[in-house]
């Protein structure tokens, strides 16, 4: 082919066809989008790292805020807390963001619940040249106790000493039960009052001294008196009969057969007076007693007939006297030929009693109805004891109780790892059988109990001096677990509100911790006498179990008191009659010991407090042991620290987490 011959390119035809610079030219233009890029991706890292840290801040002051509540909603120092929570984590100007003021207040609908928000800006930097001068901040939290289903007994120590003054910690004093009042007021406002729905909260309460009032709370056919005419032995006495008086009263002769004629004349004597006439009459009778009736105050009346039997002459002779010359008597006289007569007659015999002292049944049947009973020990015509202290005539049942059978062979070195098998006292669960007594409560009645030196001798245990020492005491009425809406409403079945059932317990009586922790785990078990109302939850939820257990004292027995296990000195069924003090309240350590491990190992969390004057120490081993661990046990010295305890294991019942 023929070579081909090119034409020489333009100026502008070169340039536009070469590549050369190309690259500066691209990135030039790139220049504001990257820039664009890099400083948004900075400013954002920028707000990213501020959020975070605002909502660190915001969790920190929820959770703050919920902790330093102890009513139903938020107050200005629960506010003011978790403030200072907030700006401790994020303080003002923190990322250069804009001054701002945190929104803290108890959530509508829900005031139980904290709830936090903060809006604010944080300036751009490299975004300032595209007129992006800020970006927006804004968080929000909430924190709540996040309880699932609880039940509380409140075991509450409500003896004597608790009318003792303690420090009300801002300088004052009050009463021990006085703080103990407001304690378990705060308890309720700090854990709430739950919703069956989405977790259910119940407060039991049991309150004890030497025994427990609990009788009413419990199936009549679980106690001594279930059954019409059941009795049960107490140290008493009774009155019998030793001696009657007796006397016969008698009705009219009335003739049956038979004659009697009446005759006279005169005997005289020229030289003296003329004897009497001889009686010739003869005389026969017989009685027929009839039957023999008593009345209630024991007088005996027996009924009889009399019949005699008259014969013979029966004279009446006249003085002597003189006249006409001679001395005269004159004299009547009445013939009785087979004559019979009969008459009525009534011999009253009428007891004469005295007391005598001993160990005597007594049917409790009516007494456990709860209606006013009378003393079976009292009698108005010697209504007295041997002291000269007036007994009472009638008596209605408080609801306090004998414990059922014991073991009375345990002693302070004896095991705690179980509890004997014929203890009834210390199963917890185990329901009563209706035929055994021994299964069964009985009622406490302090006003048929004596002590005695011997059977004729006695002095009444219900004497005024005798219960003002603690001797013999029934606490107030314990109360089943129940949910409250509020401390002021009355719940179903309840007939007083949380507030109203709490300030009326009252203080009297000596320490028997063991009773107290029996009958709060009974009341609390899952498997025991309200295995239907504890063992489920209305939600299907599991249930948290927990006894808060509150005293001023360590355990004190004594062989004088009448409480849940009789009158020990006479009864003798925790050990034998001459056992002194020392031993007894040791005895009970060991029975406490053992139902605290029985308590624990049914998965119920056991929290104690110890509650008395810094100079009294601290409580003994026993009941620190007793809690579920060496942090389920605290000290309080004062009245707003007994609270704040309250208030803390409230807390940690609770489980206080971030909602949101």
Not at 19 to 28: I, R
Not at 551 to 572: C, N, P
Request: charged share 15%.
């Amino acid at each position: 082919m023929g070579k081909i011959h090119g034409h020489t390119k333009g100026f502008l035809a070169r340039l536009a066809g070469n590549q050369a610079g190309n690259v500066m030219a691209m990135v030039a233009a790139a220049i504001i989008p990257l820039a664009a890029l890099i400083g948004g991706g900075l400013d954002m890292s920028r707000a990213y790292m501020a959020r975070a840290r605002l909502q660190q801040a915001c969790d920190a002051a929820a959770l703050a805020g919920r902790r330093a509540m102890t009513t139903s909603s938020m107050t200005t120092a629960n506010i003011a807390e978790a403030k200072k929570f907030f700006d401790f984590n994020f303080p003002q100007g923190t990322f250069q963001v804009k001054s701002f003021t945190p929104v803290i207040r108890s959530k509508p609908g829900e005031t139980t619940t904290v709830q936090v928000s903060a809006t604010t800006t944080i300036p751009t930097t490299v975004m300032k040249i595209f007129r992006y001068e800020t970006l927006p901040l804004s968080i929000t939290c909430e924190a709540r106790f996040d309880i699932g289903n609880t039940d509380v007994m409140l075991v509450l120590d409500t003896t004597g000493s608790m009318d003792y003054s303690i420090s009300d910690g801002n300088g004052g004093t009050t009463t021990r039960i006085a703080a103990l009042k407001q304690a378990v007021k705060d308890f309720y406002d700090t854990l709430g009052p739950g919703a069956n729905s989405t977790g259910r909260i119940r407060y039991g309460f049991m309150p004890y001294s030497s025994t427990v009032n609990v009788g009413y709370q419990l199936p009549t056919n679980y106690l001594v008196g279930g059954v019409s005419g059941e009795t049960w032995d107490y140290q008493t006495r009774r009155r019998y009969i030793s001696s009657y008086t007796s006397a016969t009263s008698y009705g009219g002769w009335t003739l049956v057969s038979g004659s009697k004629t009446d005759g006279s004349g005169q005997d005289n004597d020229r030289y003296s007076c003329p004897g009497t006439r001889n009686d010739t009459m003869t005389q026969s009778s017989n009685t027929t007693a009839g039957t023999a009736t008593t009345a209630s105050d024991g007088t005996i009346t027996t009924p009889g007939t009399e019949t005699r039997t008259t014969n013979g002459i029966n004279y009446s002779n006249g003085s002597c006297y003189y006249s006409s010359s001679r001395y005269r008597r004159d004299w009547t006289s009445v013939t009785y030929n087979n004559y019979v007569e009969r008459r009525t007659y009534t011999t009253t015999q009428t007891p004469q009693y005295s007391w005598q002292y001993g160990q005597y049944p007594i049917d409790v049947s009516g007494f456990i109805t709860g209606n006013a009973t009378a003393n079976p020990a009292y009698h108005s015509s010697s209504p007295y004891d041997s002291s000269s202290n007036l007994v009472a005539s009638t008596s209605t049942w408080a609801g306090c109780i004998e414990e059922r059978d014991t073991d009375s062979s345990i002693t302070s070195s004896t095991s705690t790892s179980s509890t004997p098998s014929n203890a009834q006292d210390l199963n917890i669960d185990a329901l009563p059988n209706p035929a055994q007594k021994g299964t069964k409560w009985r009622p406490h009645w302090p006003d048929v109990e004596f002590t005695r030196s011997n059977s004729a001798s006695g002095t009444w245990l219900n004497t005024a001096t005798r219960i003002s020492g603690g001797w013999n005491a029934c606490p107030s009425q314990s109360r089943r677990l129940t949910s409250y809406t509020s401390r002021s409403a009355i719940p179903t079945g309840q007939t007083s509100s949380f507030d109203s059932y709490v300030n009326g317990l009252v203080a009297v009586g000596g320490t028997y911790h063991d009773i107290g922790m029996l009958w709060g785990a009974r009341f609390l078990s899952p498997t025991g006498i309200f295995a239907s109302d504890n063992a489920n939850a209305p939600n299907g939820f599991n249930i948290s179990r927990h006894i808060v257990f509150m005293t001023d004292g360590d355990m004190s027995a004594y062989d004088q008191v009448y409480g849940a296990y009789g009158y020990q000195k006479l009864d003798a069924r925790v050990a034998s009659g001459s056992t002194g003090n020392t031993d007894l309240t040791a005895i009970h350590n060991t029975r406490l010991q053992m139902l605290c491990n029985s308590v624990k190992s049914k998965g119920i969390t056991i929290w104690v407090i110890g509650f008395r004057n810094q100079s009294e120490g601290d409580i003994q081993t026993p009941l620190q042991n007793c809690a579920t661990s060496a942090n389920h046990w605290t000290m309080a010295y004062t009245a707003s620290s007994l609270s704040q305890k309250f208030k803390d294991i409230a807390k940690n019942i609770g489980g206080l987490r971030v909602s949101q």
